[in-house]
């Protein structure tokens, strides 16, 4: 048994050295120390051993354990060393390199066309109004003066939920929510996403921007809403930009308007971003109709007021020189970034 354990020991020796891996010296203690390991098989014989032997054989086998423990534990740390080393080497790093470029965001035309409307309103005493985007019927049209039979209901191609549910094919709704929640004297401008169930193509987008205005006191007048409306287009159009107010029809305004500013390319002469009109057309506006003032809780005998929609897409196309509506929603980086 002795001649077993000393074999055995160097056997085991010069295989653990050999070992390259971790899992190889893994295997090498199953295959010795395990339970089932070679050792524990030659132990298995020392019943047969005499009383004196027992403790001699006894104790060279525990040496022998020990040992090869030993051993493994050294080799293990060794390529454990090792191993770390050619990490080291492999995954270096030079800290010095330059680094990667990163890109700026940037903001996009419509947003920018957005901040600066918002700048020149909330310069005006205006505050920011919300309003949901997925909507009641109620608030797109009911409370808008536009009851389900009503012609205009059938303009606005309308993107439904369910038959009272559908997404806000204007900012309109926002007046209402508003009026109902204060009281006058109200100032608002309520930005947003508008759908209508159009097709895409250079000048129509199912999904688009708009801006609401409201302005609702004792005594306001549509002289309050021209006013309002020359100062904005000044601001945002230049000083000498000239406005032309015509007649129009919205069924929650009355009377109703469009307004056109002249031209801020040409001046008014006519060229071919105002497609040889010296006029460009900006918003709908009016005052708002006694029938939706009463239905938002509000009295049409006291109270009067204007509100007016800015379609932000077709401003920001103007003010860039955008041709086509659908560069605006495609977030190529390489348009985006020119602005
Ligand atoms: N909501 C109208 C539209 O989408 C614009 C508008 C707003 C007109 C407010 C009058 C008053 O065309």
Not at 10 to 35: D, F, N, P, T
Not at 78 to 92: C, H, L, Q, T
Request: aromatic residues 8%; proline residues 5%; negative net charge.
């Amino acid at each position: 048994m002795e001649e077993l354990l000393k074999e055995l020991s160097k056997r085991a020796e010069e295989e653990i050295l050999k070992a390259k891996s971790l899992q190889e010296i893994e295997s090498l203690r199953v295959k010795y120390l395990g339970k089932k390991g070679e050792l524990t098989q030659i132990l298995r014989g020392m019943g047969s051993l005499s009383p004196e032997e027992r403790p001699v054989i006894g104790q060279l086998a525990n040496d022998v354990r020990e040992k090869i423990e030993n051993m493994i534990l050294e080799r293990r740390e060794k390529i454990a060393k090792e191993e770390k080393e050619r990490k080291i080497k492999e995954e270096y790093i030079d800290i010095t390199m330059p680094g990667k470029p990163y890109k700026y965001g940037h903001k996009h035309p419509i947003t920018l066309v957005m901040d600066e409307i918002k700048r020149i309103f909330l310069g005006l005493g205006f505050s920011i109004a919300e309003g949901p985007e997925v909507e009641l019927a109620y608030y797109n049209f009911e409370a808008l003066n536009t009851p389900e039979d009503h012609p205009a209901r059938d303009l606005q191609d309308t993107f439904y939920i369910t038959s009272d549910i559908l997404l806000r094919t204007q900012t309109s709704p926002v007046q209402v929510r508003t009026m109902e929640k204060t009281k006058p004297p109200i100032r608002v401008i309520s930005p947003g996403r508008v759908y209508r169930s159009d097709d895409i193509d250079a000048t129509h987008s199912p999904v688009f921007h708009q801006m609401e205005g409201l302005v609702v006191d004792e005594g306001i007048t549509m002289g309050d809403l021209k006013g309002v409306l020359n100062v904005f287009a000044k601001k945002f159009f230049g000083e000498s930009t000239r406005t032309k107010f015509r007649p129009h029809f919205f069924p929650f305004t009355e009377p109703s308007a469009e307004m056109d500013v002249s031209c801020f390319a040409c001046g008014g002469k006519g060229c071919r971003v105002c497609g040889y009109t010296g006029w460009i057309e900006i918003l709908g506006a009016g005052m708002v109709h006694p029938n939706v003032l009463r239905m938002s809780g509000i009295d049409p005998e006291k109270y009067t007021g204007f509100a007016f929609g800015l379609g932000i897409d077709r401003i920001a196309m103007l003010k860039y020189g955008i041709e086509d509506l659908r560069l605006l929603f495609e977030n190529d980086m390489r348009f985006i970034e020119q602005f």
